[in-house]
């Protein structure tokens, strides 16, 4: 028995989804396509039935009492045709034409907006004669299931159709029976009948299965699209990123912040120490916050970088373990100091002004 993470038992994501569509592997059902395309056939043919047989009639009319087959002749022939080449165009150029334009919107709305270049892509491994011989086998193996399924449902197809379309004349036997000696009008009027009856429902049937057809595509696509529970862990895995790599992206990021850190303590105003193990740098400008700013702080070593950096640059460091200690917990990296330690702060910097200029102290 397979392993239950070899087994497709979940359902497909969005993202398989949508490469699924990239790909063109979309479900579709070519019978619910066929009866629709049926459908609105038939009510087109219905619409320009009048306009048809009208031009019909002219072309008829006009062959009758103009063509002589005295004069067409090998150089001519085309100038005699040509006529009729127009007449043609008229009557089924505007169906045709409508019944594409219905056409590719009943395939849109089946499928849905599809552009897949790899089903476009000539592919030369298809015209091998392994490929071949594979396609071959498939489509002439009576045994094979697909085959089997597909077979069934076109036998039932045109059994079930056909049935109703026998219906339908079936319950008219008796008007057919009597359309002996009517007149020719009449008997039209009576077959016409019959035939509208027959389309309609077989049309119905058409649709049903197509219906069926439908829902039946879907769920083989579902099924076929279905994923393992590896393949989900894997794809989430892709999304998220692999974990070494991200580690190694948020080093690089601390490493950065830390050289960004690193670059503002010379421009800092005092250095507060614990002496060894905590060291947190201030700045003060009144232009750019109401209060004074931390714009490094740090442990143990980077506490030991944080001095060396502030002795190099001339920047004072003072000793005092709690305003550190509190100044480090508190607050983030260019974040501005609590209200509760505005006072402590404030003694720290006037003394820094005070040892700077003698006399200079904050308010």
């Known amino acids: 028995m397979a392993n239950d993470g070899a087994e497709r038992t979940e359902p497909a994501t969005e993202r398989r989804r949508r490469k ?9 059902s070519r019978d619910m396509d066929a009866a629709l395309v049926m459908v609105v056939a038939i009510a087109l043919l219905a619409l320009f039935a009048k306009n048809m047989g009208n031009l019909i009639m002219t072309m008829l009319r006009e062959t009758f009492s103009n063509l002589n087959p005295g004069n067409i002749s090998a150089d001519n022939v085309m100038a005699v045709l040509l006529p009729y080449f127009r007449y043609l165009g008229f009557i089924v150029l505007p169906f ?11 395939i849109r709305m089946d499928v849905g907006q599809v552009f897949a270049l ?11 004669p392994r490929k071949m011989f594979q396609n ?3 489509l002439i193996n009576p045994f094979e299931p697909r085959s089997l399924v597909e077979l069934a449902k076109s036998i039932l197809k045109i059994v079930i159709v056909g049935a109703c379309g026998f219906s339908a004349i079936n319950s008219r036997r008796a008007d057919l029976m009597g359309l002996v000696g009517l007149e020719i009008p009449i008997a039209l009027k009576i077959i016409i009948s019959i035939l509208t009856n027959m389309i309609i429902n077989m049309c119905l049937a058409m649709l049903i299965l197509g219906y069926i057809d439908k829902k039946y595509q879907n769920y083989e ?12 862990k894997d794809e989430q895995k892709d999304i998220e990123g692999d974990p070494k790599i991200k580690a190694r992206i948020k080093s690089i990021q601390m490493q950065m912040a830390r050289q ?3 670059s503002s303590v010379p421009s800092a105003d005092v250095v507060v120490t ?9 700045k003060y400008d009144k232009e750019k916050a109401p209060a004074p700013i931390v714009v490094a702080k740090g442990v143990d070593y980077l506490a030991f970088e944080i001095r060396e950096i502030a002795k190099e640059h001339n920047v004072p460091i003072v000793e005092n373990r709690p305003v550190a200690r509190a100044l480090y917990n508190t607050v983030p990296v260019d974040g501005v100091i609590p209200s ?3 006072v402590a702060v404030a003694e720290i910097l006037a003394f820094v002004y005070k040892s700077k200029n003698g006399e200079e102290s904050i308010t």
Do not use: W
């Open 340 to 342: 509760d330690l505005y």
């Open 274 to 282: 614990n002496p060894t193990h905590y060291a947190v740098a201030i």
């Open 96 to 106: 045709f034409v409508l019944l594409a334009v219905f056409a590719i919107i009943i």
């Open 221 to 232: 696509y579902e099924k076929s699209i279905k994923m393992t529970k590896q393949e989900i």
């Open 136 to 138: 071959a086998k498939r």
């Open 118 to 128: 790899q089903k476009a892509k000539f592919n030369l491994e298809n015209l091998s």
């Open 260 to 262: 960004r850190m690193m």
């Open 20 to 28: 699924e569509r990239e790909k063109g592997n979309v479900s579709k």
